[in-house]
Nanobody, 125 residues
Framework: QVQLVESGGGLVQAGGSLRLSCAAS????????MGWFRQAPGNERDFVAA????????YYADSLKGRFTISRDNAKNMVYLQMNSLKPDDTAVYYC??????????????????WGQGTQVTVSS
């Protein structure tokens, strides 16, 4: 079992920045990939970014490259999502997720087997 807890969401004006954090606990040695996804009301849960736990290779949704940065601190079992130049369209609940099954495609939501409870990000215009 892996437990994930997100934090850092909130209300920010357009153009501002936020850093989301995800604290992982439990069988973190079994994690291959950590990802961030987001879900706006009425929409599906979409891929944002991911990072391989051991190699730090990163992956991003094409539309978010250059504005969002994922990073991790293995010693603290933390994953971060730095979000800059935020837009109202970035408003969503952001979820942290872990894939413990292997080197699977990082963008595929269905490959993640553990999820956090989500943190709300609201960007005002």
């Amino acid at each position: 079992q892996v437990q994930l807890v997100e934090s850092g969401g909130g209300l920010v004006q357009a153009g501002g920045s936020l850093r989301l954090s995800c604290a992982a606990s439990g069988r973190t040695f079994s994690v291959y990939t950590m990802g961030w996804f987001r879900q706006a009301p009425g929409n599906e849960r979409d891929f944002v970014a991911a990072i391989r736990w051991n190699t730090s290779r990163t992956y991003y949704a094409d539309s978010l490259k250059g504005r969002f940065t994922i990073s991790r601190d293995n010693a603290k079992n933390m994953v971060y999502l730095q979000m800059n130049s935020l837009k109202p369209d970035d408003t969503a609940v952001y979820y942290c997720a872990a894939d413990t099954a292997g080197w699977r495609p990082a963008e595929r939501r269905t490959y993640y087997d553990y999820w956090g409870q989500g943190t709300q990000v609201t960007v005002s215009s």
